[in-house]
């Protein structure tokens, strides 16, 4: 990246809040996506000359599905009452109610999900990224990225049976 400062500081400011957002949605807790986050912007700083938003989210994903393949287990919170996003006037309110009210037993199923299973659902289904996005994203073919969603969505309703549309009599 640029060696100025000042348009480092301004492009890490503009930037911050979308890559922490969703390290926060794919690790599931505050403080390993505030590790996620700057690990990300170190990686840009170091070894891309010209970052792009679409290579932040590309370097946020793929750097949470290597971690978890270290880990093999990611530990998913719940977000306390009093914990809160990074302030900004730039995130809309419903985003920030979305991201507190999780609900704990899709927290535990996720958890349950392997991490390229977790990836695609989160990508998809609370990013709400088109299966193209995904795909370049992660650098996948289409139909691979569908079949992990259609793996992931159903681990989902195995995990959370008690959340399936209930039929009509």
């Given at each position: 990246?640029?060696?100025?400062?000042?348009?480092?500081?301004?492009?890490?400011?503009?930037?911050?809040?979308?890559?922490?957002?969703?390290?926060?949605?794919?690790?599931?807790?505050?403080?390993?996506?505030?590790?996620?986050?700057?690990?990300?912007?170190?990686?840009?700083?170091?070894?891309?000359?010209?970052?792009?938003?679409?290579?932040?989210?590309?370097?946020?994903?793929?750097?949470?599905?290597?971690?978890?393949?270290?880990?093999?287990?990611?530990?998913?919170?719940?977000?306390?009452?009093?914990?809160?996003?990074?302030?900004?006037?730039?995130?809309?309110?419903?985003q920030i109610v979305e991201d507190?009210?999780?609900?704990?037993?899709?927290?535990?199923?996720?958890?349950?999900?392997?991490?390229?299973?977790?990836?695609?659902?989160?990508?998809?289904?609370?990013?709400?990224?088109?299966?193209?996005?995904?795909?370049?994203?992660?650098?996948?073919?289409?139909?691979?990225?569908?079949?992990?969603?259609?793996?992931?969505?159903?681990?989902?309703?195995?995990?959370?049976?008690?959340?399936?549309?209930?039929?009509?009599?």
């Amino acid at each position: 990246m640029a060696t100025d400062d000042g348009v480092w500081d301004d492009w890490v400011r503009t930037y911050f809040e979308r890559v922490y957002r969703r390290a926060y949605r794919l690790t599931g807790n505050r403080q390993d996506a505030e590790d996620l986050a700057q690990d990300v912007f170190v990686r840009v700083f170091r070894y891309v000359s010209a970052p792009t938003p679409a290579l932040l989210h590309v370097i946020t994903t793929n750097l949470f599905i290597d971690r978890a393949r270290a880990k093999r287990r990611i530990r998913w919170d719940r977000l306390a009452d009093n914990d809160q996003l990074p302030a900004s006037g730039e995130a809309p309110p419903p985003q920030i109610v979305e991201d507190r009210i999780l609900a704990s037993d899709v927290v535990a199923a996720l958890q349950g999900l392997c991490p390229e299973y977790r990836a695609v659902v989160v990508l998809r289904d609370i990013e709400g990224l088109t299966y193209r996005e995904i795909a370049s994203t992660l650098g996948l073919k289409i139909g691979t990225v569908q079949s992990r969603i259609h793996r992931g969505r159903a681990g989902l309703r195995h995990a959370l049976p008690h959340r399936a549309p209930r039929q009509a009599a």
